[in-house]
């Protein structure tokens, strides 16, 4: 499967711990992205990378929020200090800057965190 | 990004046409119009898109109004694996973020036998 992978596919977790999520781009897209959805909403933007540059954070992505796309390939998502506030599906997706035309994005499956 | 209105929900009987409408009154020059879907417990995924004129691909036509202030999703006959949440997203060409999108809360398809 050469699509976006996203792990775990479900996190459970007590309020207070850190979590930290990994996503796995389309190998040759060089950009990457994280949204986050919660039930009934589109997903909203969090925050994109241009291979291991980070070039825009939403102002949803609080201190608590850290991205980080070290050798621009694969990504991580950590949430220190988890609120039941975060729970939600956690979805990553990548694309090419060579189709900034068609603006297609991949998506994966997400990841789905519930705070207890 | 400028903002659109679906509706949120539409039915539909399986093999027939389906015609989800996206109003974008406030639509720059610049502008594309996507249309991503979201079937249950999966990430968005691309259906088509286009800047002036109508579009076909393998999946669906989208249809845009001459001035541009609405577009239309048609998909040519519906299947059970059709239902899910059609989004109408508008992005500007010339705006920062990349390839960002910008989604609002959709239109869930439901789609019956």
């Known amino acids: 499967d050469t699509g976006v992978s996203q792990d775990p596919r479900h996190k459970i977790t007590k309020r207070g711990q850190n979590v930290t999520f990994r996503c796995d781009p389309i190998?040759?897209?060089?950009?990457l992205y994280w949204y986050r959805q919660t039930l009934g909403q589109g997903p909203e933007f969090l925050t994109y990378?241009?291979?291991?540059?980070?070039?825009?954070k939403s102002r949803l992505l609080s201190d608590r929020f850290s991205a980080e796309r070290p050798k621009g390939s694969f990504s991580t998502l950590e949430i220190q200090r988890t609120e039941q506030g975060d729970s939600a599906m956690y979805l990553c997706?990548?694309?090419?800057?060579?189709?900034?035309?068609?603006?297609?994005?991949?998506f994966g499956e997400g990841s789905r965190l519930t705070v207890l | 990004d400028a903002k659109t209105t679906q509706p949120n929900s539409m039915e539909s009987n399986e093999e027939e046409p389906v015609h989800l409408p996206c109003n974008h009154s406030?639509?720059?020059?610049?502008?594309?119009i996507h249309w991503y879907r979201q079937l249950p417990s999966q990430g968005p995924e691309y259906v088509i898109h286009?800047?002036?004129s109508n579009v076909n691909n393998r999946m669906a036509s989208l249809a845009i109004a001459e001035d541009r202030k609405s577009s239309t999703l048609i998909l040519h006959r519906a299947t059970l694996r059709d239902a899910a949440v059609y989004y109408c997203?508008?992005?500007?060409?010339?705006?920062?973020?990349?390839?960002?999108?910008?989604f609002g809360t959709g239109t869930q398809l439901k789609v019956e036998l």
């Open positions: 997706a990548s694309s090419s800057s060579d189709r900034v035309l068609s603006g297609e994005l991949f």
């Open positions: 190998s040759e897209h060089n950009r």
């Open positions: 990378f241009q291979n291991e540059a980070q070039l825009e």
């Open positions: 406030t639509i720059s020059g610049t502008d594309y």
């Open positions: 286009g800047l002036t």
């Open positions: 997203i508008l992005r500007g060409i010339l705006t920062g973020g990349g390839n960002k999108l910008t």
